[in-house]
């Protein structure tokens, strides 16, 4: 059982940052990709970005390229998630996520481990 707990949402203005982490339970990042997934009000659960745990290729969605940036610290468990020029349609729950297989497979069939996710709002 893999564990995920993200920490570093809040209220921030648009054109504002912040950076999502997300610590894992040991010996996870190596043998997991790990992704970043948001679910806003009244909306479907998206995928936002993705890391592969083999070669670390990464993943954006095309709302957020260019302006989100994902890395992983295998060292610290830790997985980020930078988000600059924020928008107020990035308002939204954000979620970890770690999947076995590999990035095309979790963006679009879901990971297999969640964490509890934290808010994030910007504000216009």
């Known amino acids: 059982q893999v564990q995920l707990a993200e920490s570093g949402g809040g209220l921030v203005q648009a054109g504002g940052s912040l950076t999502l982490s997300c610590v894992t339970s040991p010996f996870t990042l190596p043998y997991y990709s790990m992704g970043w997934f948001r679910q806003a009000p009244g909306k479907e659960r998206e995928a936002v970005s993705c890391?592969?745990?083999?070669?670390?290729?990464?993943w954006y969605a095309d709302s957020v390229k260019d302006r989100f940036t994902i890395s992983r610290d295998n060292d610290k468990n830790t997985v980020y998630l930078k988000m600059n020029s924020l928008k107020p349609e990035d308002t939204a729950v954000y979620y970890c996520g770690a999947e076995r297989s590999d990035c095309d497979y979790g963006v679009l069939y879901g990971m297999d481990y969640y964490g509890k996710g934290t808010l994030v709002t910007v504000s216009s």
């Open positions: 890391v592969n745990a083999i070669g670390g290729s990464t």
